[in-house]
């Protein structure tokens, strides 16, 4: 099975400018599809981008669009989360999961693999 660990997290300032990484191993991610979500505490875990594996389009969520950049790296099996412009609003875990199906869909429920997650928090 694939295995997804994330990293990249940390304490940050508004108006900062962070990138998460998404190592997969176990697999290849021929035919799927990767995503990223996040949580905050007391909050459902919240669509944030997805594409499929060989694809060139990316789908955003609504908070993100504009600030976040999703982009994939075939060669290291990993996909990355650029995130600019952050905001306190933006402060969770971002968790990072694949679709083997291919779907990419911004349901969480159609992801089978997920990763731990890794907390950015963004100060005032």
């Known amino acids: 099975q694939v295995q997804l660990v994330e990293s990249g997290g940390g304490l940050v300032q508004t108006g900062d400018s962070l990138r998460l990484s998404c190592a997969a191993s176990?697999?290849?991610?021929?035919?799927?599809?990767m995503g990223w979500f996040r949580q905050a505490p007391g909050k459902e875990r919240e669509f944030v981008a997805a594409?499929?594996?060989?694809?060139?389009?990316?789908n955003y969520g609504d908070s993100v669009k504009g600030r976040f950049t999703f982009s994939r790296d075939y060669a290291r099996n990993t996909v990355y989360l650029q995130m600019n412009s952050l905001k306190p609003e933006d402060t969770a875990v971002y968790y990072c999961?694949?679709?083997?199906?291919?779907?990419?869909?911004?349901?969480?429920?159609?992801?089978?693999?997920w990763g731990q997650g890794t907390q950015v928090t963004v100060s005032s």
């Open positions: 594409a499929r594996w060989g694809a060139v389009s990316t």
């Open positions: 176990g697999g290849t991610l021929s035919g799927h599809a």
């Open positions: 999961a694949a679709d083997r199906h291919g779907v990419g869909s911004s349901d969480k429920s159609r992801y089978e693999y």
